[in-house]
Nanobody, 125 residues
Framework: QVQLVESGGGLVQAGGSLRLSCAAS????????MGWFRQAPGKEREFVAA????????YYTSSVKGRFTISRDNAKNTVYLQMNNLKPEDTALYYC??????????????????WGQGTQVTVSS
């Protein structure tokens, strides 16, 4: 059993920064892919970034490349999402997910097996 807890969201002005954290408890497999998704009101959950536990390889959606950085601390079972140069369109509820199938980076939220409760990010202009 795996539990994921997100934290670090908040209200920031456009151009500001936030760092989100996803703390995993229970059994964490080195083969997992960890992903960040976001969901704005009235829209579907959208892929943001992912990282492999084993090698630290990363993948980003095009809209956040150069602004967001995903990283992990294996010893602490924690994944981070550093968000810089935030824009109002980044406003969403951000979720951390875990994909245990080890077949590469997947961007469909339905393919992930575990989820946190979400943390709200609001960017004002």
């Amino acid at each position: 059993q795996v539990q994921l807890v997100e934290s670090g969201g908040g209200l920031v002005q456009a151009g500001g920064s936030l760092r989100l954290s996803c703390a995993a408890s229970g059994r964490t497999f080195s083969s997992y892919v960890m992903g960040w998704f976001r969901q704005a009101p009235g829209k579907e959950r959208e892929f943001v970034a992912a990282i492999s536990w084993s090698r630290g390889r990363t993948y980003y959606t095009s809209s956040v490349k150069g602004r967001f950085t995903i990283s992990r601390d294996n010893a602490k079972n924690t994944v981070y999402l550093q968000m810089n140069n935030l824009k109002p369109e980044d406003t969403a509820l951000y979720y951390c997910g875990a994909d245990r199938d080890n077949i590469g980076f997947r961007t469909d939220w339905a393919e992930y097996d575990y989820w946190g409760q979400g943390t709200q990010v609001t960017v004002s202009s």
